[in-house]
């Protein structure tokens, strides 16, 4: 049988000093061990256990987060009935609240062509409603209906809320770092998906 990988990180180091020990322990967990000090002298590990720990959260943990985050997206969009790119439109006016065709179309990564498709799909869910802007009459903008926002609530409410009690447990210094990493991730991700776009379809 495979032994756990806070196991097979420590082989190797039953002689060492507890301080180095504990610096193997922390980088086999795929935990941040630069900022974990050492217990005797209080200087950061050496930096070959945080190069442990960053191939570690880049393979494995950011992977198993993404997968999950996908699976529950998945879940909701199969119980709301429809696509993903459907789904990821009704996530960026969630957040917005109301916006116009072309911002949204931006936000989303879809063409104006392909805009107008997924609006007409969930437009004619019940999902999403175009409305006249009031100061602008010739301009549209889309906001969610009250199907939606029911659907929202229902599914990504209980998430939420779990999710703020879980953060209670971190320090500000703590979520600090978490909110820079979601920050810096976030914009990588989205800088990519342009790159890759930019590649065109496989067909092309």
């Not at 909701?76 to 969630?94: F, I």
């Not at 939606?148 to 229902?154: P, S």
Request: charged share 30%; hydrophobic share 40%.
């Amino acid at each position: 049988m495979q032994r756990p990988m806070q196991l097979r990180a420590l082989d190797g180091v039953a002689d060492e000093p507890r301080r180095m020990r504990r610096a193997h322990w922390h980088a086999g967990e795929g935990l941040a061990c630069a900022v974990e000090h050492d217990n005797v002298t209080g200087r950061e590990p050496p930096l070959r256990h945080h190069a442990i720990a960053v191939d570690r959260a880049k393979r494995v943990e950011i992977q198993v987060f993404q997968d999950a985050t996908d699976e529950m997206d998945e879940a909701v969009a199969g119980r709301l009935g429809v696509n993903r790119t459907d789904l990821r439109c009704l996530s960026v006016v969630s957040q917005a609240g109301v916006m116009t065709p072309s911002a949204l179309a931006e936000a989303s990564g879809l063409t104006r062509g392909a805009m107008t498709t997924a609006l007409d799909r969930l437009e004619r869910a019940g999902y999403l409603r175009r409305v006249r802007d009031q100061e602008d009459r010739r301009s549209v903008r889309v906001e969610l209906a009250k199907e939606a926002v029911k659907g929202v609530q229902a599914m990504y409410g209980p998430i939420a809320a779990e999710a703020a009690r879980m953060l209670q447990k971190f320090t500000t210094a703590e979520l600090s770092v978490v909110l820079k990493i979601l920050d810096e991730s976030s914009k990588m991700q989205r800088d990519h998906a342009k790159r890759i776009r930019a590649m065109g379809s496989k067909s092309d």
